[in-house]
């Protein structure tokens, strides 16, 4: 696992616009080196933004989505197309403006889909999805960059802390059934599933997240927080803005 490196920038509209920047030249990397890409998007406030500044990068250069996989880093269980879901808001930010192949976006199950309202069984079904993309190599594809969000209690994905999916080492996605911030029932990559990404990006932004930030950076109990167990296995990299970044 890589050790953390961050990047500081003065608010949240220039750090998004550098996370896209440098989004935007990992996919064209991965594709000129591998012949695909597999990005893991986030949702939250900063993640969205990001979205919402590569989709002006991809414009501006002419980025090539054709051999770009997206998945999820988490999801709220919730109907297909409702606003709080995380694919909903990337769909409007992002996805539904670029040439991404449909079949190579892969969006976590809806609590109106084929698993009902199971949320365990959603998480198995997107394990199973993972696992075929993966083909044979291990549980998940090697992502090449899994951007994840972090809340203020220190959460990554859906992975809160002191809930049981923070531990969970077997499954590649499971179902959370409590979590503490709304909507209760979830879906999330459990963090063997991050950790298989090459590079893990933290993005946080306000004062807010200032304490996570310090606890994520110091790589301490990730039951107490969960972002502090998020590592890439190439890179690692928390990208701030000053609020964020104010209690380093
Ligand atoms: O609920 C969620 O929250 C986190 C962080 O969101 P933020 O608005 O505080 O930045 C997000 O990363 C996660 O994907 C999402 O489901």
């Known amino acids: 696992m890589s050790e953390p490196e961050v990047v500081r920038h003065p608010d949240d509209e220039a750090l998004a616009s550098a996370v896209a920047d440098e989004l935007a030249r990992q996919i064209q990397s ?27 990068v991809s414009d501006r250069i002419g980025l090539d989505w054709s051999a770009v996989h997206l998945w999820w880093g988490d999801e709220r269980f919730l109907p297909d197309r409702d606003r709080d879901r995380n694919e909903t808001q990337a769909c409007e930010a992002l996805i539904d403006h670029v ?25 198995t079904r997107y394990s199973q999805e993972l696992a075929v993309a993966a083909r044979g190599a291990g549980p998940v594809p090697a992502f090449d960059v899994c951007l994840l969000g972090v809340g203020p209690d220190a959460h990554v994905a859906s992975l809160f802390p002191g809930l049981p999916q923070v531990h969970d080492d077997e499954a590649a996605a499971v179902g959370v059934h409590d979590s503490p911030k709304p909507p209760p029932q979830r879906v999330t990559l459990t963090l063997p599933s991050i950790r298989a990404a090459r590079q893990v990006w933290l993005l946080a932004a306000g004062q807010s997240k200032a304490d996570a930030v310090r606890l994520g950076l110091a790589g301490g109990s990730v039951d107490e927080a969960p972002v502090a167990g998020a590592r890439g296995s190439e890179r690692t990299v928390f990208w701030l803005d000053e609020d964020a970044a104010s209690r380093i």
């Not at 597999?38 to 500044?53: M, Q």
């Open 30 to 56: 991965a594709v000129a080196e591998r012949g695909v890409a597999h990005v893991v998007l986030t949702g939250g406030g900063i993640g969205i933004k990001s979205l919402i500044k590569l989709r002006e």
């Open 99 to 123: 040439g991404v192949p449909s079949h190579q976006v892969h969006p976590m199950p809806s609590s109106d889909g084929a698993d009902g309202d199971q949320v365990d069984h959603a998480g």
